[in-house]
């Protein structure tokens, strides 16, 4: 299945500059994120309560 794999990516496509997708790929890894970035996904934030009002 491997092998099937690589000969579709291998083959030259017209509508990709006569490139085929692992050329494209090879010259986009270039240009990608050696890995994923952490994102917030939510604040912690400490809060306190006093007999007036809270903080």
Known sequence: ???EIM?????KRHWLS????SDIL????LYLL????NYDA???KELR???CRTE
């Open 26 to 29: 090879s010259e986009e890894k």
């Open 34 to 37: 050696p890995f994923k970035p």
């Open 49 to 51: 309560v006093n007999k």
């Open 42 to 44: 939510a604040r912690r």
């Open 7 to 11: 000969e579709l990516n291998s083959k």
């Open 18 to 21: 006569n490139k085929s997708s």
């Open 1 to 3: 299945m491997i092998k």
